[in-house]
C-alpha cells in the first residue's frame, strides 16, 4: 500500500485507474514561491515536501506518492485564485494564448525519493467578460491552478492540448505508472 500525499479529489480518482491500493494524507506545507524561482525548480520542490511533510508524519516505512501541478504563463506561476478578482485577472491572460502546465510527481520512502516532470501546453480561446464571470460564479475555478479546471466546464475554453491531459488534471498518469513500476509498486 502507497500514501497518496494530497488533498484533491481530482488526484485519487487518477490514482484508482492505475489499481494501486493506497490511502490519503494531508501534509500542510508553506507553498510560497521563492525569490527567483523557476517555475520547474518550484513545482519540484513542492511535490518533494508534500512527500518529506507527509513521511515525519507516517514515518520512514511509509511508500508515499505526492504531486503539485502549477500553470504557468509568460514565465509566471498562476497559483490558486485568493478571490474573484484574481481569477478573473488569470482566466485573462490564459485567453487567446498558449500556457503551460507542470506536475511533479515524487515518490518517497525516508531517503529514497524518484520523480518525473510532465510538462504540458494549453491553448485557451477568446473569453468574453461575462464568460469569466459566468464561470468564476459555478465555483470550480475558486481551488484550481490558473483558476480553471480542463476536466470540468472550464474545459469548453481549450482549443488545444499538447501534453499530457491527466497531468493537466494533477497527476500524469503516464509518468505515475512509471515510477511505481520503477518501485516495483505495479
Do not use: C
Not at 117 to 143: C, N
Not at 162 to 178: A, K
Request: charged content about 25%; proline content about 4%; cysteine-free.
Amino acid at each position: 500500500m502507497i500514501w497518496l500525499a494530497s488533498a484533491s479529489p481530482r488526484r485519487r480518482e487518477l490514482l484508482k485507474l492505475l489499481g494501486v491500493e493506497f490511502d490519503v494524507v494531508t501534509p500542510d506545507i508553506d507553498e510560497s514561491v521563492l525569490p527567483n524561482e523557476a517555475p520547474g525548480d518550484y513545482v519540484m520542490r513542492m511535490a518533494k515536501e508534500k512527500g518529506r511533510a507527509a513521511g515525519r508524519m507516517l514515518g520512514a516505512a511509509a511508500v508515499i506518492l505526492s504531486a503539485d501541478t502549477s500553470v504557468i504563463r509568460g514565465g509566471v506561476i498562476l497559483g490558486k485564485p485568493e478571490d474573484e478578482a484574481d481569477a478573473v485577472t488569470m482566466l485573462n491572460k490564459l485567453q487567446n494564448a498558449t500556457h503551460r502546465v507542470l506536475t511533479a510527481v515524487v515518490l518517497t520512502r525516508g531517503d529514497r525519493q524518484s520523480e518525473a516532470l510532465s510538462v504540458s501546453e494549453v491553448d485557451f480561446g477568446p473569453m468574453t467578460e461575462e464568460e469569466i464571470s459566468a464561470y468564476w460564479q459555478t465555483g470550480e475555478p475558486a481551488d484550481k491552478a490558473g483558476s480553471y479546471g480542463v476536466q470540468g466546464i472550464g474545459g469548453q475554453f481549450i482549443k488545444e492540448i499538447r501534453g499530457s491531459y491527466t497531468g493537466i488534471v494533477g497527476l500524469p498518469l503516464y509518468e505515475t505508472r512509471m515510477l511505481l513500476k520503477q518501485w516495483r509498486l505495479l
